[in-house]
């Protein structure tokens, strides 16, 4: 390794702080980027976070019930054999605290904090051909002058809260799931409404009705879940994780999802009705994520999707004891994992409470936030407290929220104006030395995110180091290699069932006006790994260095 440069000051406003590089963000993948580049190649380098501490998602996202659907032994960094020994998780799947815990002890662990200026939101980066610099600039008024800019802003941080009408007048008190207050909020004896019942609102629900007075469900698209099972983990698991850590770091390498479970080699259609009962019901038994890899064929394959479909829907009408409301929560209008597939702990049992109401907003939407509550097309319901677990504008929204401009003052949000195109997640063309960690194009959220982020970090540091050893100074898409693996993602995409959950946030269909198009990569994260790989071989194959 090379030696860390020397403290880099903090910058005030009206300063100008020249550096090698900036990064964006200090959650999972900001710090990892942070310490490769610092601690690998030596460069004089900061990271800029929003928040007032690390942890990215896991810093705005602490609502009631919020918790990692990866379970915990592989959601973690795997660079470095000696955090993963220190480290030990207490639980199945690990709760927003314990991250947030995790995170800190890493970034202290590598003395990364600092090296990142908290509480500073980036407003404007804009690219300077003749000075081959980028000129990022802050809220408080700095400017970083650096030749090489990488984003590691998220794919989910950019808070979605639906325009509806008299939100303003509203006399109780409303919160956004991914901008949750860091003191809480006591529902006690309060009426609660929850708007949304994607994976933020399975987990939320459960939590929330547990105390408050009452709690109003608004569910405009029924969800598919499955149980997490989560539990504490035995001191022998423990030990296992410590001993075998090398050997799960393989197995998440090779896996599709980037998982510590391999799909199973066998196909719904062609195993008998009752045998696939059978395997369903242990799958269910053992809960989470791996539901999706009972069979190789149900993501491809409508005729086997519907069996696992048809199987979670029968569980959910044997789960909640009122038939309508059943009726409701089983009316799903997609593919099972066609959008991300959720986990829960009690969600369908939460139901079953005197306290608890489920609200159709499809056939009734919402017309209104009114001084005491929401009002549908058929009744008012008067409230204390509203929860939008309404999600983000994905992937992009927190890019373009940026203003992100590229040579000859080309806007991001231009280049974007019909869906997200770059090179392999990594690089737009017309943004020279700008690098993407995990964005649109790459596996990301199809992906257990650390595993996606290590490579994506150690793809930029490994290429940074090559245009060093050949004296380069700028790396950029080229435009027809965008072309081509824009056409590659949507080519793999309708391989799949992927595209065919409408109202999903993979298609941004969540945010009014955004143009529906599918944005991860759906060829896996092995193939993913191996095109990157490739790619790098060949000298930056469909890059243009300079």
Not at 245 to 262: K, Q, Y
């Amino acid at each position: 390794m090379t030696n860390a440069p020397r403290d880099l000051p903090s910058a005030s406003a009206g300063d100008v702080t020249e550096l090698d590089a900036l990064v964006i963000g200090a959650g999972f993948a900001g710090l990892y980027q942070l310490l490769c580049l610092r601690d690998r190649l030596g460069l004089k380098v900061k990271a800029l976070e929003a928040g007032g501490g690390v942890g990215g998602t896991w810093y705005w996202n602490r609502y009631p019930g919020a918790r990692c659907d990866s379970e915990s032994h592989v959601y973690w960094y795997t660079f470095s054999p000696e955090l993963m020994r220190e480290w030990e998780w207490s639980e199945r799947y690990p709760g927003q605290a314990e991250i947030m815990r995790y995170l800190n002890f890493a970034a202290d662990k590598f003395d990364l904090k600092r090296d990142i200026q908290f509480n500073t939101r980036v407003t404007s980066a804009h690219y300077d051909e003749a000075a081959n610099r980028w000129r990022v600039r802050t809220e408080q008024g700095e400017t970083y002058v650096v030749k090489f800019l990488v984003t590691a802003v998220g794919c989910l941080s950019t808070a979605n809260v639906p325009n509806f009408p008299g939100l303003n007048d509203f006399k109780g008190d409303w919160y956004h799931t991914g901008e949750w207050p860091h003191e809480g909020v006591d529902f006690t004896g309060k009426r609660v409404g929850m708007i949304g019942t994607g994976s933020t609102g399975i987990q939320a629900a459960p939590v929330i009705a547990a105390q408050a007075k009452h709690l109003t469900v608004f569910q405009r698209t029924a969800n598919y879940s499955v149980p997490a099972r989560n539990v504490p983990l035995k001191p022998e698991f423990k030990q296992y994780v410590k001993r075998h850590a090398e050997d799960i770091r393989v197995t998440t390498h090779e896996t599709l999802n980037g998982m510590g479970f391999r799909i199973e080699d066998r196909k719904a259609v062609e195993t008998s009705a009752e045998e696939r009962e059978k395997i369903y019901e242990a799958a269910w038994e053992r809960g989470g994520l791996q539901f999706r890899a009972t069979f190789q064929d149900m993501l491809v394959d409508k005729a086997a999707n519907d069996t696992a479909a048809n199987f979670i829907k029968r569980k959910i009408r044997t789960i909640v004891k009122d038939p309508r409301t059943a009726a409701l929560l089983s009316d799903i209008d997609h593919p099972y994992a066609a959008k991300r597939p959720p986990i829960d702990t009690d969600y369908f049992e939460t139901y079953n409470r005197p306290n608890v109401t489920l609200v159709d907003v499809k056939t009734a939407p919402i017309q209104a936030i009114t001084p005491a509550g929401v009002r549908t097309a058929e009744a008012e319901y008067p409230l204390d407290i509203i929860v939008f677990a309404t999600g983000f504008d994905a992937m992009t929204g927190p890019m373009l929220r940026m203003d992100i401009r590229g040579r000859d003052g080309l806007a991001l949000k231009d280049v974007w104006e019909t869906g997200p195109r770059n090179y392999l997640g990594l690089q737009i063309a017309g943004f020279p030395n700008l690098f993407t960690i995990t964005g649109p194009g790459s596996p990301s959220v199809l992906c257990n995110m650390p595993v996606a982020i290590e490579q994506h970090a150690d793809w930029i540091t490994n290429c940074i180091d090559y245009m060093r050893t050949k004296g380069m100074e700028r790396i950029e898409a080229k435009p027809d290699s965008v072309e081509k693996w824009v056409a590659e993602v949507n080519e793999v995409a309708n391989r799949t069932l992927l595209p065919q959950a409408k109202h999903s946030w993979y298609l941004g269909a969540n945010i009014p006006g955004k143009p529906s198009v599918f944005m991860p990569y759906a060829g896996g994260m092995v193939r993913y790994r191996e095109i990157c790989q490739e790619v790098a071989a060949r000298g930056y194959e469909g890059f243009d260095l300079s």
